[in-house]
């Protein structure tokens, strides 16, 4: 996904702005679409169902690992290293 965003629109600072930026985007995607799930909007009531929000926080997770790529990182090792942070504090 990154080699096909950065043939599209390059790889200058505006570009990976807008990457970082479109987590916001699809974060908001996700808690829209929650807040369909429970019916919280009285005017349009359940619009969304539980695999839609799962879907939108893939969303997520995926925009959130080619902004890491496009920062020149390997998104695997990232994620591997902040697992084990994560699981270092749970164990101790």
Known sequence: MRGWLDAANGTGQTELTCRILKLTEE???ASAA???LL??????????TREDVA?????VALTALVAI????LDAQTILDTSARKVRS???G
């Open 27 to 29: 974060a908001g995607e």
């Open 34 to 36: 929650w807040i369909g």
């Open 39 to 48: 019916g919280q909007n009285p005017r349009k009531g359940v619009t969304h």
């Open 55 to 59: 879907a939108e926080l893939a969303d």
């Open 69 to 72: 790529e496009s920062l020149g």
């Open 89 to 91: 504090r749970l164990a």
